[in-house]
């Protein structure tokens, strides 16, 4: 179905990623292209319920694709999950005069973006906006190479003062739900070991740790960690206590990345991932295309309903676990 789009609205919302801005500038540049008008939001989802609303036009964006973080700021807004919120939003986004919403964020994000496109007839487009590289239906997520790199450098680091004292380092990364960080991280820096939530349930991934170091040579070890669940276990603080409790012979130190993961200069590879994904969703919307996300599959693009995004898991590939098993050795 075609449709008149003359306004689209570009919003950043969530944790900030970078590329966000790569994203963004993707997005404004290829609307100006088709002639469309462009609103960028502030805040997110509170930048349209308080009508922080800027024109854009292509020099907007000119000398962002470097940056990171996201010039359009970004929040998290409690408001936008109440029916009234939701009103408001609208209503502010017809007086704009806004046809059309490209929603840059994580799986709340685009939860948020799903549930307004039921309740009113908007198109929107959501790009995958997140470090953590958890939604369903995209190889990648324009965030997650970079935090990756980041992660990498840091270990690179620690690994010096480990190897130095003989020390275990329990080293924390984002990703409460997904362990595409820790495990990646883990291989992309020569780590003994990854615990995952995605193998939580299964096995005691501290005591096979231990079980497998024994059986080498090294003194000192890095263990990448996925941030505690909201139940409080896991985390590198977590394990760093069960040494102390259960393997008093080892000494463990802990390491929390914290937000270091998120800032930065965006890696080339999210620099195009965004481009091309901020381009499709332009592509997109004048296809007559709606709530679906933009993704990326063995390199090509792809489109995925939103509904699918958010609500499937996406897995972590098994292999990732024994190539890091094997080579840890
Ligand atoms: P990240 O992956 O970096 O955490 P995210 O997009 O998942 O990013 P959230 O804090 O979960 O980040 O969500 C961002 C915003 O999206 C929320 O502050 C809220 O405004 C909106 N949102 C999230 N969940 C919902 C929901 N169920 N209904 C309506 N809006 C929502």
């Not at 090294?218 to 102390?244: C, D, P, W």
């Amino acid at each position: 179905m075609e449709r008149n789009i003359n306004t689209i609205g570009v919003l950043t919302s969530g944790g900030d990623a970078p590329g966000m801005n790569a994203a963004i500038r993707a997005v404004t540049r290829s609307a100006r292209y088709h002639n469309m008008n462009v609103v960028g939001i502030m805040r997110g989802y509170q930048g349209l319920i308080e009508k922080e609303f800027v024109k854009f036009t292509s020099s907007s964006v000119s000398n962002t694709i470097q940056r990171g973080g996201t010039i359009l700021k970004t929040a998290r807004c409690g408001a936008f999950m109440t029916p009234e919120g939701r009103k408001t939003a609208y209503d502010n986004m017809v007086e704009a005069g806004i046809d059309a919403l490209i929603v840059i964020g994580g799986n709340g994000s685009l939860t948020g973006a799903q549930l307004f496109a039921r309740e009113y007839d908007i198109p929107i487009i959501g790009l995958p906006g997140t470090i953590d590289n958890d939604l369903y239906g995209t190889d990648s997520t324009i965030g997650y190479d970079s935090a990756l790199n980041t992660i990498v450098e840091c270990v690179d680091k620690i690994r010096d003062t480990a190897n130095s004292h003989d020390r275990i380092f329990f080293i924390e990364v984002m990703g409460r739900d997904a362990g595409f960080l820790a495990q990646n991280s883990a291989i992309a820096s020569g780590a003994e070991a990854a615990i995952i939530p995605e193998d939580s349930t299964d096995v005691d991934q501290l005591a096979e740790f231990i079980e497998r170091g024994k059986r080498k040579s090294k003194n000192s070890a890095i263990v990448l960690v996925s941030e505690a669940q909201k139940n409080g276990v896991g985390g590198a603080f977590y394990y760093a206590e069960r040494i102390k409790k259960e393997y008093p012979q080892f000494d463990a130190r802990v390491t929390i990345l914290g937000h270091l993961q998120r800032g930065g200069t965006p890696s080339a590879y999210d620099r195009i991932l965004a481009s091309r994904m901020g381009y499709a969703a332009i592509e997109a919307l004048l296809e007559g295309q709606r709530n679906i996300m933009v993704g990326i599959k063995n390199d090509e693009i792809v489109y995925v309903p939103i509904s699918r995004a958010i609500k499937m898991d996406k897995p972590i590939n098994k292999e990732l676990i024994a190539v890091l098993n094997v080579l840890s050795m």
